[in-house]
């Protein structure tokens, strides 16, 4: 399985940003984007299952960012709106055979993180 993320930039705080994750190889996964900001541990952001959609979005960005696929894409979107400076971080897709979980141990195959900078 590859994924490959893109789509992270420099926005202002406030603003939005999509962020997008091209899979190939199986995808009857759950599929998970998390973040990892400097200094910090690596944290679950949202997951989604491949074949029904079912969603899981942390607290920290309930409201403001939702996950979604495109199956005939074999793309994972992350859309990001009302961004604020703590969402600043490196973004990683992910994703496992299973449930969705938020433990970042449980994902078998990662992107290689796209960078999102939220000014303020």
């Known amino acids: 399985v590859q994924l490959q993320a893109s789509g992270g930039g420099l926005v202002q705080a406030g603003g939005s940003l999509r962020l997008s994750c091209a899979t190939s190889?199986?995808?009857?996964?759950?599929m998970a984007w998390f973040r990892q900001a400097p200094g910090k541990q690596r944290e679950f952001v949202a997951g989604?299952?491949?074949?029904?959609?079912?969603?899981v979005h942390a607290d920290s960005v309930k409201g403001r960012f939702i996950i979604s696929r495109d199956k005939a894409k074999r793309v994972v979107y992350l859309q990001m709106n009302s961004l604020k400076a703590e969402d600043t971080a490196v973004y990683y897709c992910?994703?496992?055979?299973?449930?969705?979980?938020?433990?970042?141990?449980?994902?078998?195959?990662w992107g290689q993180g796209t960078l999102v900078t939220v000014s303020s």
């Open positions: 992910a994703t496992r055979s299973g449930d969705i979980t938020a433990k970042s141990t449980e994902y078998s195959w």
């Open positions: 190889g199986r995808t009857n996964y759950v």
């Open positions: 989604i299952t491949w074949n029904w959609g079912t969603t």
